[in-house]
Structures are given as structure tokens and as C-alpha cells.
């Protein structure tokens, strides 16, 4: 299974908690304003990387607490990154999700598409909502705006509302 990605971090501290892989998705439809990476939206850039070489330098990589799914946006590759996510977490590792979608969204989008659903359930901390260049913040852990939330998600899952970790 592919997934078309904008490019691949073995090694990042700034993507969410502990030494992460981080691996951007090519294409994405929110086009924020200042949007920091511009060259992510366009769905037929990129280049394509298999779901299992991505398994495998993960696993060469070592001391990794996880995987971070940035953007672009994630949630547009939802089937094949839902499979990522899965194979990542049978490794014992965490998987951390970007999105310019909210919470609420992709509650909303996940009853027509299982996918979304997969996805939303494989992630254990959802970083959510566009980036607004008008609350940028610069003094925030792993995001750009003050809209922005850091997300427990299986805990939210569970108690049907939104629970945020604080960073
Ligand atoms: S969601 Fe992220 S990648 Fe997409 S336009 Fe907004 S800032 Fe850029």
C-alpha cells in the first residue's frame, strides 16, 4: 500500500513528545493563510513511499517513542495511513496525528467513512484544527495557533468530549 508523502524525518524532538519519525502527506484542502508549507497542497506532488519501507526505517531507526503524521493532511490519505498507524502500534510505538480538520470534524466525517474512523482510532494524541495566522503562538509545544489542541483521543473516545494535554 502507498501513501503519496511530501517527504520523511527519521529523527524529530519537535513533533509531538520524545524522539518521533515524522512522515509529511502531500495534498491538502484547508489551504490556511501563511500556511508554512505551501508546496503540501497540491494532491499530485510528491512522491509515493510503501506503507512497509516506512515500517521497516522506522524499525532501523531505534529509540523512537513513535511516529508523527503531519502535513499536508493526513486525514486525505486516510486508508493507507490508517494502515501505517497499525503497523506502528503492533511495534509497541505511539502514533501522533496532525490535522487541519477538528475533532468534531472528523467525529462527523468518520460515520460515512471507516477510514477516517481507523485513523482517528489508531492516534493516541490529535493535534487539531487550521492554522490561523491571527492566534499564532509561538511559545506553544508542537503547534502554531492558540485554536489549535493537543488531544487525548482514546480518552475522548471514552468520555465523549474533548480532552486536552497540556505542553
Ligand atoms: S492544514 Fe497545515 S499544511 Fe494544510 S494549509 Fe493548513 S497549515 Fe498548511
Sequence with gaps: MKI??????RESV???????????AQGCPHHCPHCHNPSTWDPEGGYELDVGDIVRLVKDTGLLRGITLSGGEPFLQAGPFAELAARIKELGLDVVTYTGYTF???LEMSRSDSSVARLLNLTDILIDGPYRHEERDWSLAFRGSRNQR???VRKSLKEGRVCTLDF
Design 14 to 24: 519537535v513533533d509531538g513528545p520524545g524522539i518521533r519519525a515524522v512522515i509529511y
Design 104 to 106: 468534531e470534524e472528523l
Design 150 to 152: 493537543v488531544i487525548d
Design 4 to 9: 503519496r508523502v511530501s517527504g520523511f524525518t
